[in-house]
């Protein structure tokens, strides 16, 4: 039977607080910029400790040591600072994913496994950035401040990343796809690979015979799944 994942519950008193610069320079591009990272960090931390009811402006502010007026000057709300954290998940996963696929080599396949493996192990790494991104409320971290996700540079540079890998799959098994199916076999991935994590880090309940026996099944099905929407369709 596999161990639990640790909870994603942490003591308070245990937490390491950000250290954010010790006097923000007026007009200073890099004071200004280690105190929003001290804020984001802060804001993990208490999202890992309590969910989002623990994170306030207050909270935040009085853990990385400012008033939360001087908060509020670089994020106007708290949807605005969900935002921030979401935008700084989706960046870290983008460049592991950019870095595992590359290392994969040149052949398609090898790369899509590539992907799935690495989108499965970073959120496995991070379960509370999972919780962000897919168990939130869209209106919970969007802003009138904040670009929509579709909007958002980041989520169009994934967006553009997981199609272009399609799409090499697609040509590497003679198919002539259409932008509609690459989006479908994209999505497809996403969806099987979410449903796997939800169970790994959600339904933790469940007593899963041998999760890293599960983890690899459901890799080859999705390498598998995605195949199968992208393959050529057989002539009549």
């Not at 897919?134 to 967006?159: C, G, K, N, Q, Y």
Request: charged residues 25%.
């Amino acid at each position: 039977m596999n161990k639990p994942l640790l909870s994603t519950k942490r003591s308070r008193a245990s937490a390491k607080r950000p250290a954010p610069p010790s006097r923000v320079r007026r007009g200073n591009e890099a004071d200004q910029q280690a105190l929003r990272q001290a804020a984001l960090d802060a804001a993990k931390a208490l999202f890992r400790e309590g969910g989002l009811a623990g994170v306030t402006m207050r909270a935040v502010a009085a853990r990385v040591g400012v008033s939360a007026m001087a908060l509020y000057r670089y994020f106007p709300s708290k949807a605005d600072l969900l935002h921030g954290l979401w935008e700084s998940t989706i960046t870290e996963l983008q460049a592991e994913l950019t870095t595992a696929v590359d290392a994969a080599g040149a052949h398609p396949q090898a790369r899509l496994r590539a992907w799935v493996d690495a989108f499965l192990s970073y959120y496995e790494g991070h379960p509370d950035s999972y919780r962000l991104v897919f168990m939130l409320d869209r209106h919970e971290t969007e802003a009138p401040e904040t670009p929509s996700w579709e909007e958002h540079p980041i989520f169009r540079e994934v967006l553009q990343a997981s199609t272009a890998l399609s799409r090499d799959v697609a040509d590497a098994l003679g198919g002539d796809c259409d932008e509609a199916r690459l989006r479908h076999a994209s999505e497809l991935r996403l969806l099987m690979s979410v449903g796997y994590l939800h169970s790994r880090l959600i339904n933790t309940r469940h007593p899963w015979s041998d999760m890293q026996a599960l983890r690899a099944t459901t890799i080859n099905l999705i390498v598998q799944a995605v195949e199968s929407c992208l393959r050529p369709e057989p002539i009549n």
